[in-house]
């Protein structure tokens, strides 16, 4: 059975049986500030189980592609090695919200995988928790499996958690025999060490339980069901096949992988290995650039870079040394766009991407280089033989060393590396990360209002900008609840009823007033810690506020429709990107306020001026167009069909507004917007920029805004009219003129300080010694800048053939040294290290490469002093 066939068998199975299919969520999970990515089916379900979040339907079922690079659930040293493990993978899950419960998840399970699958019973095993004697039995004695082939296990192996608090329960797993060829010995203690000849299939999580802090277990009211099969797993099962990388969903990627490296697979050797790492990790890639993920050097970006430079880096390995992922990912996309068909328009965009980031590689790699051979350098002139583990660490974090490339390049130089100081830099790292990483700081924030998700809370921002009569549900201060606020304090209300939109999708919370007779504060913000839970930070400007009483809400309805009309200019620039740019441009972050809005979108390059301006034009005429801006409330599935965007990092629930402009934009979206495009008045784009590999920025202003913002422009240009005293007709061609004059007086300069330069070297007495082999030139100058000393150090290079050459030069009350290195020295003496001595003696500093340095300094007065002392340095190196 083909993958494909798999996940629709899967999918239909469960809908015939009263499930729900939803679609799978992105890579990046939404408002689950304890994730870096999705790593199992039940991540978009977390707020079902929790409570917080109730949808039409009681049972679900999804195919979630699923990422595990980091964490608890981290694969990513065992891919390659093994026959099952990935970074990227498809999950297959089940879910019940409070319905059926292990009974009829075990009957499903089984029945899907020996009657529709048509698994041989003979090799199936089931685990179930040690502890969970109604699992045994129902296995047992309900679906008939012998007591020899049900094992119990301890909670590591088969007890689930959400986290340290939260739902939990027990899990049963059925586990496929592979055949005793593979390794033989007791099923029961092979399953339990993770021999190969076993592959766990399916994981059925029985949550019935809720943990408290102090560890206690208390028994759901409505018990739920999660569970969670591999595709690839089955798949491989379901072929023939001993490892997934056999599957049809790999056989592809490994045969175009094989012609591009003109290598042999499989072989039983390393390079295996290697063919395979690259196969899933471009999986991975395509997956998480699709889903709007770019290089960075942090957080989600880090890990899709460090994942292109692990694949690189084993292409390397296998003779490559040109970009070569880019062109794979059209392959993966070949795979898997019967399920995934968005990621054919996406294809030009995730190549460029990955191929951005190769040539980034293949740049920092030989820069890498430099500096490895500096590092060896150091290492052998102090007398060691093994290069520290910072120096390591900042090879591998910096320019993207392996450290088996550092062991080679070491073991090529009769040197080792410090291996553990490095694995204690790259713990640090990693504790860095920790703690920058906002996740815990929002799920610590978000905790303080659990306590509030029951209360009845009626948001109508959609229909009302004031609310006369509103109740005070609750009163905060610093996180604590409390009973009132009083005058000049600062705190937080929930209302019963509020028309204030809370921060959400990119669009800045509203801001206004809450008033009575005896009170009134400025809301300052609006905000939704957890679903359905909305509060308005206050400022009390007079009288007391107490709970329970009733007040009078209104926003600032000036604000709003600023904000309005730029959260509307934005589904039109979107729009505008897309017809003008391409399909691949695609909504990757933005920020609506009522100054300006800036949109983060995927694109490969910096927009031209002619795109920013047919940008503008099309989005203006639409403006002019005055075209009719309607919501219509629908599932996400008929919004999708209906041809909505849909945005990467956003969740949707099981209802969605589709916003239309007219017939020019349709997207899904939960902002507030103007009733028609006119309204907008006039938009116009302030900056365009870059904020990652492949990720572009748009900065614009609307309305009064533009208008505002075009007045200044003006404003300068009368300025440059009084300044170069011509009319605005002639204005950019006496620009082009003075800077052409500049341009020739620099040259004329440039002419002057060379001519400078030779006379000054004819003039300065140079003294030239041998120590201990090695020459050295040294020459002092007067009135000469850095730069002529540069250039004047560069052509001695080249005349003295071997040496080391020291300048110095007084200029301005300045010192200026430059410490120049020739070639077959460099491993030696290093200009770097000469540099940081001698400039303590010009009262400065300075710094650069093994074979060039320079430095700066306020004593002039020490420049023979200096040129002395750098012949006691070297004599003291040598």
């Not at 590689?361 to 033989?385: D, H, M, V």
């Not at 921060?503 to 679903?531: R, W």
Request: charge should be negative.
């Amino acid at each position: 059975m083909k993958a494909h066939d798999i996940r629709i068998t899967f999918l239909e199975f469960f809908e015939k049986r009263g499930h729900r299919i939803v679609p799978s969520s992105s890579l990046i999970p939404k408002d689950d500030p304890t994730l870096l990515f999705t790593n199992a089916g039940m991540n978009q379900f977390k707020n079902i189980f929790l409570g917080l979040e109730k949808r039409s339907y009681s049972r679900a079922a999804s195919v979630q592609k699923c990422l595990r690079v980091s964490g608890k659930h981290n694969d990513l040293e065992q891919v390659g090695r093994t026959p099952k493990h990935h970074t990227f993978f498809e999950m297959l899950g089940n879910f019940s919200f409070g319905d059926y419960f292990k009974k009829e998840a075990i009957t499903y399970a089984w029945e899907l995988v020996t009657g529709v699958f048509k698994l041989p019973l003979h090799r199936l095993y089931i685990t179930v928790y040690q502890e969970d004697d109604e699992a045994f039995r129902i296995w047992n004695q309900e679906i008939g499996v012998p007591a020899d082939r049900i094992f119990r296990f301890g909670r590591e192996d088969n007890f689930w958690a959400m986290g340290e608090t939260g739902p939990c329960g027990p899990c049963s797993e059925i586990h496929y025999d592979l055949g005793e060829d593979i390794e033989a010995g007791v099923p029961a203690e092979l399953i339990a060490r993770g021999s190969d000849r076993f592959v766990e299939l399916w994981n059925l999580v029985f949550m019935e339980f809720f943990q408290d802090e102090n560890g206690r277990m208390h028994p759901l009211p409505r018990p739920s069901i999660d569970t969670g099969m591999g595709l690839e797993r089955m798949a491989a099962v379901l072929q023939g096949c001993r490892s997934n990388f056999d599957t049809d969903l790999f056989k592809p990627i490994i045969k175009a992988i094989v012609e591009e490296t003109d290598q042999e697979y499989p072989t039983g050797g390393e390079t295996d290995v290697w063919v395979r790492i690259i196969a899933d990790h471009i999986r991975a890639i395509t997956f998480l650039i699709g889903d709007g993920v770019t290089p960075a050097n942090e957080g989600r970006g880090y890990v899709l870079r460090r994942l292109i430079r692990r694949a690189y880096r084993r292409g390397n390995l296998l003779g490559l040394d040109k970009p070569f992922l880019y062109r794979l990912a059209g392959t993966v996309i070949d795979v898997m766009k019967d399920a995934y068909p968005e990621l054919m328009s996406n294809l030009p965009y995730i190549s460029r991407v990955c191929l951005a980031e190769e040539e980034r590689f293949i740049y920092t790699l030989n820069s890498g280089l430099r500096y490895f051979e500096q590092y060896a350098a150091e290492t052998l002139a102090g007398g060691g033989r093994v290069i520290p583990g910072d120096k390591v660490f900042k090879l591998y974090d910096t320019f993207g060393f392996p450290l088996d490339l550092c062991q080679e390049l070491a073991q090529e130089k009769n040197l080792a590396i410090d291996e553990s100081g490095f694995q204690q830099e790259l713990e640090k790292q990693k504790q860095r990360a920790r703690e920058s990483w906002e996740g815990e700081a929002r799920l610590k924030e978000r905790s303080i209002y659990q306590n509030y998700r029951h209360l009845k809370i009626q948001p109508v921002f959609y229909e009302k900008t004031e609310v006369l009569e509103t109740e005070v549900l609750a009163l905060l201060q610093d996180g604590q609840p409390v009973e009132s606020l009083k005058e000049g304090e600062i705190g937080e209300v929930i209302l019963s009823i509020t028309p204030f939109y809370a921060e959400a999708g990119g669009q800045i919370g509203d801001s206004g007033v809450i008033k009575s007779s005896h009170f009134s504060a400025l809301v300052e913000n609006t905000f939704a810690p957890i679903p359905g839970v909305i509060v308005h930070r206050i400022k009390v400007l007079s009288g007391e506020l107490k709970t329970g009483e009733v007040v009078e809400a209104v926003v600032d309805s000036g604000r709003r429709k600023a904000i309005s009309r730029n959260h509307t200019a934005t589904h039109l620039l979107h729009a505008a990107l897309r017809q003008i740019l391409g399909d691949h441009v695609r909504q990757s972050g933005s920020l609506v306020s009522d100054r300006r809005f800036r949109f983060d979108f995927t694109h490969y390059a910096a927009l031209s001026e002619e795109e920013i301006e047919k940008v503008e034009c099309l989005v203006n005429e639409k403006i002019r167009e005055n075209l009719p801006v309607s919501v219509k409330i629908t599932t996400l599935e008929e919004g999708l069909a209906e041809g909505a965007m849909a945005i990467f990092e956003e969740k949707y629930g099981e209802k969605v507004r589709l916003v239309s402009v007219g017939d020019f934009s349709k997207e899904l979206c939960g902002g507030i917007h103007v009733k028609q495009s006119g309204e907008i008045g006039f938009f116009k784009i302030v900056s365009e920029s870059s904020v990652a590999a492949g990720l572009r920025r748009v900065e614009a202003v609307t309305g009064e805004e533009a208008f505002n913002y075009v007045a200044g422009l003006e404003k300068q240009l009368r300025q440059l009219e009084s300044l170069f005293k011509v009319n605005r007709k002639e204005l950019l061609v006496r620009a082009q003129k003075t800077l052409e004059n500049l341009e020739e007086m620099e040259n004329e300069i440039r002419r002057l300080k060379q001519k400078l330069v030779q006379q000054a070297g004819q003039t300065a007495e140079a003294v030239t010694r041998e120590i201990k082999g090695v020459k050295l030139l040294t020459q002092k100058f007067e009135g000469l800048d850095i730069d002529a000393l540069r250039r004047y150090a560069d052509n001695l290079k080249q005349k003295v053939g071997s040496g080391v050459i020291v300048l110095a030069s007084s200029a301005d009350n300045r010192a200026f040294l430059v410490v120049a290195v020739t070639a077959d020295l460099a491993g030696r003496i290093q200009a770097n290290r000469l540099i940081k001595e001698l400039a303590v003696v010009i009262g400065g500093g300075g710094g650069g490469r093994p074979d060039f340095a320079q430095a700066g300094g306020t004593r002039p007065d020490k420049l023979d002093e200096v040129l002395e002392k750098s012949v006691d340095l070297l004599n003291s190196l040598l």
